[in-house]
């Protein structure tokens, strides 16, 4: 169900340039389960910025309450939200949508989880809940240089890791869709989150297999009432079918909408 | 002493949510019982199913957003069969918002859509921004407007409330055409039309490139022009435009709103309009009223 | 990299204080070298003194403020005689404000007013919004605004610039209506017409009632109407309405105007003008500008 | 002169009922030395509150750098200036205005000073400064109700203090010109700083002997350029010359300005 609450602060570390991770504590916690769900917040009490802020659940901790988020400080909302410290606290509104559906991957089978940038922090969840089960666990991770690489420890205890970076200046030069083909990875169903250039990429080339996709969209309710997240549905013949990101997503099959 | 008459709608309480901001409803009933709630607004119904605008569709700006959602909606059978026939399991009168992109259209919505049973008051949306024929042609000519809610009348079923831009030179002039057109009331203020570019792109944030602005940045705006028009006309309005709090309800109020919408606020607070009407009563006797009728137009009166 | 040349108009930089948020530049003088601004828009001069309105005259709105000063300004001989010659002092051009409460009074502060040589450019105040006659009439109806126009080109020594006012439904129109009418350029935007009640009271804040919004809320309507207008005359726009920042600077560039004035933030923060003219340099570096020009109309071109 | 600072707090603390006490550390102070001048302050960094807040000096001191300002908590803006705490910044635009001229009073001399409400703080420095060159000072202090009472202590210090309360919950019952009449206090100059209609009617009554008034008024930029805060002049014939309180002011002589 989804709730507000004022959730506390229980540490904020910056873990690669710009990069933050922050921990939450509060009784919303209890309603969080499946990974790629993503929660919305209001980083400030005043009208500046006026808008919540999507960002995705990055580890669940049931038994201390917490949950945990990873996210580049850039615009106003979210250097703002970087400032926040132990006891702090925020105002969340989750968990809200739908994620990556772990069913999909059986145990034994493999999954390969592919990242790019921000969109790492999600797939960290679900490795996580795809391991425990016995779902073997591939990663490539892309970033775009040396200083932005976050959480490659934390992946490699789950599954192989395999980091690409934009300009070469750690792991893998290039793209992560050519390190899937350089590395020659098998598996039975991909799962990722990144920049929409990307997910176009992979579901080019692996949409053949069992793929889905988490998308980004600029939000306004983050609830589904406001129409702002739509994208257009796959199959459309009319062109006024549609899916929400926000409360249909944000994780789709491939080919389920239009990217 | 929250409740309120106005044309075809016996409300419990003042507050409700405005149109575009809330659905047709169902998120927000995960959320509370609606039954709380005085009244709604849906969503703009069209004659035909429209997807809108491509995204980006909204943008954040100071103490506001721009949106050009482009009123996405299922068409006006779609709305009556399923939207309204769910929402009939709460206690709460349906203000339905109609819009369209040439006369015939809103008179074809008008008429279906005031027949559903728990459509209690039509919203004609005569002041949208974010499409490209209709809507704000309605909105900005006097006369226009008012050969448009003459046709509705005709048609409807229920109490017909006209939309009013802010996107006007003089909008008690507007008011006028619209009241001695035979509105039963007015609801004010949409809009106003805005835009933000993207600084590394230099090109606008928002794919339709304007957009509509909303909350607390054009409160001011909405407050003035509900004390104008209400001193001018004999019809009631309905308020909204950034209100986020029981107090921006109360300032309506004195500006002359008998009612107050909520619409962006909604996105910040998913509670907003619950927690406002359970905030009202103290607030209201805190300030010296017994009534909330007491406070309607009390800047002028 | 930040010269601008306009009508009348050769400026060291792009950024100028707005008329009205700067009085005649003393005050500020005694923070900063007035020198290094790229113009200043003095306060609006009236043919004889006035007073202005009674106070309150400002009021606080989120993001935004309200005032309704009211053309408070010691005549324009007085202007002219021991404002204009103080500024001589300065090494910037200077562009007069002129207001008025009918044609004649244009006419006559601007014949008088284009003549003190530090004048380079007469900005038309046809937009203001608090005063009871004249002032906003001109600023909604192209045609008297057209009318305006031609009669003060005629008496005026230096370039007219005329200052458009947002509360219009069709801004292009009369944009187009004042270049017909002969203007070098456009200043755009003034206030939008807003007002604020006190909670305690019932009342308007602002003795006058109404005031004009400025500020951050402003901001995406002054860059719409910049954006709109930009694409449909050939005379080059001043923009404002909002600015905060340098990056703010540049949206606006962007929208279409090709320099940019800079009202509330100077209440804000008194050296807003020198720390973005020293900011803008590195600012175009850092988005892979060469020159300031390369940004005007950049989201349409 | 006039200088914009980022000042650091080194205290703040409640002294009565929504009533703070706030001292700032900065060069600024150095600028300062008339009583009855004003700060500026911006209490956020973003757009809301937009506009600055005009608070009086209340004490200054210049061998530690630092001043005091007393003010009540009330909208958003001094509700914001009460959260900050020590080590935080505040902006401060300042000194501003011209405040009471304490050369008016010779040594020897009494001065009475008559506070109501918010308007007792700069009375405070004023005070301070007019005992210091040998002035005799009476004050009449103004509250609503006796947990509004601040200051009484350190009034006391320098010379009589009558406190009266609107409702005679402490000290004198009634308005301060009774207590000045009641008490019949003597005195050469007045000086007084509080709500307008108290000043209105120790204009009327005592202003056939020197007496100085501050005034406060709703404020844009708080240095004379917007005239958003101008007055009548009292020997006005033609209604267009004015005072503007932010900087002929907010301390004029009585009869100077149309109250
Ligand atoms: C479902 C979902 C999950 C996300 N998860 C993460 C995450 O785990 N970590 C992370 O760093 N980022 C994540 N993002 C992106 C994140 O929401 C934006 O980076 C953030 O909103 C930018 O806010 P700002 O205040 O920094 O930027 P500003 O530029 O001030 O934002 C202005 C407005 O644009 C919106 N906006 C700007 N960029 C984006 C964007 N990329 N996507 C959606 N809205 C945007 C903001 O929400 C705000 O309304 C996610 C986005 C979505 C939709
Ligand atoms: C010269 C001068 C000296 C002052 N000294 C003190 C002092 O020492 N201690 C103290 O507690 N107060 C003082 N005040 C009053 C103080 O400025 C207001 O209480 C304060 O601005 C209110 O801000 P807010 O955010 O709490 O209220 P809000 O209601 O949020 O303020 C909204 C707007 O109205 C203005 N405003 C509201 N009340 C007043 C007021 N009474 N006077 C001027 N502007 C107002 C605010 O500055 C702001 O622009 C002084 C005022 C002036 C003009
Ligand atoms: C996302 C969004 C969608 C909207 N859609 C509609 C609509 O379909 N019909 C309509 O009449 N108004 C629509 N509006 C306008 C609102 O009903 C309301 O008039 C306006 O937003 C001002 O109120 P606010 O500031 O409280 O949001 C929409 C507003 C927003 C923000
Ligand atoms: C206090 C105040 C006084 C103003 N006086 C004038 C004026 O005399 N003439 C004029 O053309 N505009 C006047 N304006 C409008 C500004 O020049 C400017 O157009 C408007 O405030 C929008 O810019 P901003 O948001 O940066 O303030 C005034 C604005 C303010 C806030
Ligand atoms: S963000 Fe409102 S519907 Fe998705
Ligand atoms: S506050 Fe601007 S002139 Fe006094």
Not at chain 1, 112 to 128: K, R
Not at chain 1, 159 to 188: C, P, Q, R, W
Not at chain 1, 209 to 225: D, H, N, V, W, Y
Not at chain 2, 184 to 208: F, Q
Request: proline share 5%; glycine share 10%; charged share 20%.
């Amino acid at each position: 169900m989804i709730k507000k609450e004022l959730m506390v602060v229980t540490k904020q570390e910056e873990i690669a340039k710009h990069i933050f991770q922050l921990t939450l504590k509060g009784d919303l916690v209890s309603e969080m389960g499946e990974p790629g769900q993503f929660v919305h917040l209001k980083v400030s009490e005043g009208t500046t910025p006026l808008l919540r802020r999507p960002i995705s659940i990055s580890k669940i901790n049931k038994e201390r309450n917490e949950f945990t988020m990873i996210y580049r400080a850039e615009g106003a909302g979210t250097q703002l939200l970087s400032k926040k410290q132990a006891e702090d606290v925020v105002d969340v509104l989750g968990p809200l949508g739908h994620g990556f559906p772990i069913g999909e991957a059986k145990a034994g089978q493999t999954a390969l989880l592919v990242g790019g940038g921000i969109g790492v922090p999600p797939l960290y969840e679900l490795s996580t809940q795809l391991a425990a089960k016995g779902v073997k666990v591939h990663h490539v991770l892309g970033f775009q240089t040396k200083s932005a690489v976050f959480l490659e420890e934390e992946f490699s205890k789950l599954g192989t890791t395999i980091i690409t970076t934009d300009d070469g200046s750690y792991g893998y030069k290039g793209f992560v869709t050519s390190a899937i083909a350089d590395y020659n990875l098998e598996y039975d169903v991909m799962y990722s989150c990144g920049p929409t250039p990307m997910l176009k990429a992979l579901e080019k080339q692996f949409g053949n297999k069992p793929l889905f996709l988490s998308l980004e969209e600029r939000m306004g309710c983050g609830i589904g009432a406001c129409f702002a997240c739509v994208c257009h549905t796959g199959d459309d013949i009319h062109g006024t079918s549609y899916k929400k990101v926000c409360s249909d997503g944000p994780v789709f099959k491939a080919g389920e909408v239009v990217l | 002493m929250l409740d309120v008459q106005l044309p075809g709608l016996s409300l419990k309480n003042p507050i409700m949510p405005a149109s575009g901001c809330f659905g047709f409803g169902r998120e927000y009933s995960n959320l509370y019982d609606l039954s709380q709630l005085g009244s709604i607004m849906i969503k703009a119904s069209t004659q035909e199913p429209r997807f809108g605008n491509p995204t980006p569709r909204v943008a954040e700006t100071e103490a506001g957003m721009l949106n050009a959602i482009g009123l996405q909606n299922p068409g006006v059978d779609k709305v009556v069969a399923e939207e309204l026939v769910w929402l009939e399991q709460f206690d709460v009168p349906i203000i339905a918002n109609v819009a369209g992109s040439q006369v015939e259209d809103y008179v074809y919505v008008a008429e279906k859509i005031s027949q559903s049973k728990n459509v209690h008051a039509l919203e004609l949306n005569i002041s949208c921004p974010n499409v490209k024929t209709g809507g704000i042609a309605f909105g900005t000519v006097p006369e226009i407007a008012a050969q448009l809610t003459k046709a509705v009348k005709e048609v409807s079923a229920v109490p017909v409330y006209v939309k009013l831009s802010p996107n006007v030179a003089n909008i008690v002039e507007m008011a006028k055409a619209i009241e001695n057109a035979g509105a039963d009331g007015l609801t004010m203020i949409n809009t106003l039309i805005g835009m933000r570019l993207d600084l590394k792109t230099g090109k606008p944030v928002i794919a339709n490139k304007t957009g509509g602005l909303s909350g607390p940045a054009i409160k001011p705006v909405a407050i003035r022009m509900i004390y104008e028009v209400s001193q001018n006309v004999s019809i009631p309005i309905i308020g909204m435009g950034g209100v986020q709090s029981v107090d921006d309800v109360i300032e309506f109020l004195y500006a002359g709103a008998s009612a107050v919408a909520v619409g962006t606020a909604n996105f910040v607070n998913p509670f907003i309009c619950p927690e406002i009407i359970q905030q009202l009563p103290d607030r209201l006797r805190e300030l010296g009223f017994e009534h909330v009728n007491e406070c309607v137009g009390r800047s002028w009166k």
